[in-house]
Structures are given as structure tokens and as C-alpha cells.
């Protein structure tokens, strides 16, 4: 891990304090070669690096020409930015290009836009403000030195952090998959559609770099399962993901009808259990807002009918709601269901 920030993303020629000699240094795309850059306020970069990226992205190397030094260094890395919408906040009524002082053609090499929206939840706005305050508390000075045990984090049952990096390291560096088989036609036909989606709403554009992004998605996906070959459920994953990815960056008014015309493709192998808890939260959300115009006053139980949830999740082709009811997503969010009564309640 290293930070770099007075050199820049690329590579930077200046004068030695001691020798006066012009010498070369490498930013973060360079130092990062073989492994992964984070980039935060991506949309902040100078001049010269915005000019230079294009380079980096597209052949993974940096070529510089200044003051007599002439050289090309490698950046083989793959690339994380994060950026703020113009304005501070970013607007549903304008596509993903609109809303970030990003140019086209740097938007087009990146394989996945994800659009992360700070939206309104009041169970998970709790949540977070109970964590926050929690882990201030649980780190005081006076509380390490005597730990109450009642404070402590509850125990996460996932992969340890040290045996995931060795799984990672271990499929970056030996599981290198071979494309056996890839369904040409499905490819042609979506990348056809795509296009005709983007030019008839004018949003983020189509280029072949999209194929190779589903090409590379695919093979990540292998590797994650440490797979020699891409299979075909691979590019299905991947075909998934780069589709998510699309018709998350339109604009809200054309988002449902993209969501409709590509749904075949958005439903392989997706977890109901989170659409599930989409509906309900609405569901509770509503709920919520009626007894308070109603009774007022703080509202300490929110009680929603089952029969509502199992209609709507009827119209989606869903009918078996008992494993949504026992998983621990559903337990998590502080849902609990009453089969007696037919009810799910959420406690505030």
C-alpha cells in the first residue's frame, strides 16, 4: 500500500532539491503496476493527467517526453475512482455524463459505473448512527482500557480478512481462465440492442470496449470460482452486471422501461431476497407514513399485511416467501413475521 498525491496519477519531471538534476517520478498508476489503484475525487485530476489517462486505461502504459527524459512505464493495474456528482448532489433527472465533470471517452474505458445514492431509510439511517456512536464509544480511551462486554461487536461468521487476501492473491496469481466458449450470438444481439438504447436516450455511449468489458467480467468471475475455463454461466454473470451497470447511470424517467426490455438478461441467477426486502421496505415506508398522519407522535412498531407482500411479490414470478422469511437478511433489517396473524412487524 502507498500513497502518493503531490506526484499525480501518472508520472511527474522535476528538479532534484540537492543536484538540480531533472528527475522522473512515478505517481500512482505507475506504483501500482500489478495490483490495484484507488483514486478518490477522480474528477478533480489536472490537466495534464486527464490528458495522459486515456493511455493508461487503454494500453496500460505511460509514455512521458519532458525535459530530455523520454520514457514508457508500465501501468498494469486495474483502476478503483470515486467521484462527486457536480454540485454535491446528484440528480435522477440527468444521465451518469451529465452529472460528473468526467469526459466520455474516460467514462467508456471504465468496465462497471456504479451510482451510490444517499437515499432516505430510516431503519438503515438507525443503524448507521447506532455504529457510529457505538464505535466512538467502544474506542474511548477508558472503555479499552475496561471493556464492557455487553459493548462488544457482535461476531461475524464470514471469511477472515487474512484468508481472503490469500484467496485473492492465490486467484490473481495461478488461475489464469481460457475463454472455451462464448455465445457469439447472444453477445451481437445484446451489444445491437445496447447501442440502440444509448443512442435513443442519449446516455453513456456504446463502444466495442463494452464487449471486452464483458469479456473481462467473465473471466474475473471464473477466477473468483478458480475456474480454468469461462463458462457460460460466467457471461451470463457478466452480461448481468455490465446491463445493472448501464441502466443504472439513465435517467429516472427511462429507467423502468430499460429494466423491462432487458429483464431476461438483469433476472439470471439474481437473489430475490433483496428485491424481496426492496418491496417490504416500501411497503413499511408507506405504512409508516400513514399512521403518523394519523395518530402522529412517534411510532415505536410498524405492522404490514404478508397477504400485500406475497401480491406483489406474485407479480415478479415470486411464490415461495418462507426462505426470505427465515434468512438473516430479513432478520437483520428487524422484520419479524407473524404467521398467525399474517403479518410482518418492523420494530423502530
Known amino acids: 500500500y502507498q500513497r502518493r498525491v503531490a506526484v499525480g496519477l501518472t508520472a511527474y519531471v522535476q528538479k532534484h532539491p540537492v543536484t538540480r538534476e531533472w528527475t522522473l517520478e512515478a505517481g500512482a ?3 501500482a503496476d500489478n495490483g490495484v489503484c484507488l483514486i478518490d475525487e477522480f474528477d478533480k485530476m489536472n490537466d495534464s493527467d486527464r490528458t495522459s489517462i486515456h493511455e493508461a486505461m487503454e494500453q496500460q502504459t505511460i509514455s512521458i517526453s519532458k525535459a530530455g527524459i523520454v520514457a514508457q512505464l508500465q501501468a498494469r493495474c486495474a483502476i478503483i475512482a470515486a467521484s462527486n456528482p457536480i454540485g454535491g448532489r446528484y440528480d435522477p433527472s440527468l444521465t451518469f455524463a451529465e452529472n460528473v ?27 448507521m448512527a ?21 459493548d ?24 489464469k481462465p481460457k475463454l472455451h466458449y462464448v455465445d457469439q450470438d447472444k453477445i451481437a444481439s445484446l451489444y445491437a440492442e445496447l447501442r440502440r438504447e444509448s443512442m435513443a436516450t442519449g446516455s453513456i455511449p456504446i463502444t466495442v470496449r463494452h464487449i471486452e468489458s464483458m469479456i473481462r467480467l467473465s473471466e474475473a ?20 452486471i455490465m446491463l445493472e451497470s448501464f441502466i443504472d447511470t439513465q435517467k429516472f424517467s427511462v429507467m423502468k422501461n430499460m429494466k423491462h426490455t432487458f429483464s431476461k438478461y438483469l433476472s439470471y441467477k439474481k437473489d ?3 428485491l424481496l426486502l426492496f418491496i ?4 413499511a415506508k408507506d405504512q409508516m407514513v400513514y399512521s403518523r398522519s394519523r395518530h402522529g407522535g412517534d411510532i415505536q412498531t410498524v405492522e404490514i399485511s404478508a397477504e400485500e407482500l406475497e401480491d406483489k411479490a406474485r407479480q415478479i414470478n415470486i411464490h415461495n416467501l418462507q426462505p426470505f422469511y427465515e434468512s438473516d437478511i430479513f432478520l437483520a433489517n428487524r422484520f419479524v413475521h407473524d404467521k398467525k396473524n399474517k403479518t410482518i412487524l418492523l420494530t423502530m
Request: hydrophobic share 35%.
Open 29 to 31: 498508476l505507475v506504483l
Open 101 to 127: 465533470d468526467l469526459t466520455e471517452p474516460i467514462l467508456s474505458r471504465f468496465d462497471v459505473l456504479c451510482v451510490v445514492r444517499d437515499t432516505v431509510d430510516p431503519v438503515i439511517d438507525e443503524k
Open 130 to 150: 447506532r455504529f457510529v456512536t457505538g464505535s466512538h464509544v467502544r474506542h474511548h480511551p477508558a472503555n479499552m482500557m475496561n471493556p464492557d462486554p455487553s
Open 152 to 175: 462488544t461487536e457482535p461476531q461475524n461468521d464470514g471469511v477472515k480478512q487474512g484468508l481472503l487476501k490469500k484467496y485473492i492473491m492465490y486467484a490473481r496469481t495461478k488461475i
Open 221 to 240: 468471475h471464473a477466477k473468483v470460482h478458480l475456474r480454468e475455463y469461462v463458462r457460460e454461466d460466467d457471461i451470463n454473470i457478466a452480461v448481468r
Open 272 to 274: 430475490n431476497n433483496e
Open 280 to 283: 417490504l421496505k416500501q411497503l
